[in-house]
């Protein structure tokens, strides 16, 4: 979707591809999916840290507030 709003650079930039599935990496390469770990689109397999959830949390907490007029 686009708008004339949109800078033409915005409209030509090419639509973001997602990685493929685990089952399809396993398929491709014949391996066993339960032993393939993936990294790849910004997930960790371990989870979300769980000092970044307490700041997140704070954050929401603040997000009505205007930020420094000064920063």
């Given at each position: 979707m686009?708008?004339?709003?949109?800078?033409e650079y915005v409209r030509t930039i090419a639509m973001y591809q997602s990685g493929k599935p685990i089952a399809g990496i396993a398929g491709e390469f014949d391996l066993d999916e339960a032993k393939i770990i993936k990294l790849a689109?910004?997930?960790?397999p371990l989870g979300m840290?769980?000092?970044v959830c307490l700041e997140m949390?704070?954050?929401?907490?603040d997000i009505?507030?205007?930020?420094?007029a000064n920063g």
């Amino acid at each position: 979707m686009s708008s004339q709003l949109d800078p033409e650079y915005v409209r030509t930039i090419a639509m973001y591809q997602s990685g493929k599935p685990i089952a399809g990496i396993a398929g491709e390469f014949d391996l066993d999916e339960a032993k393939i770990i993936k990294l790849a689109s910004n997930e960790d397999p371990l989870g979300m840290l769980e000092l970044v959830c307490l700041e997140m949390q704070q954050a929401v907490a603040d997000i009505g507030h205007y930020p420094d007029a000064n920063g």
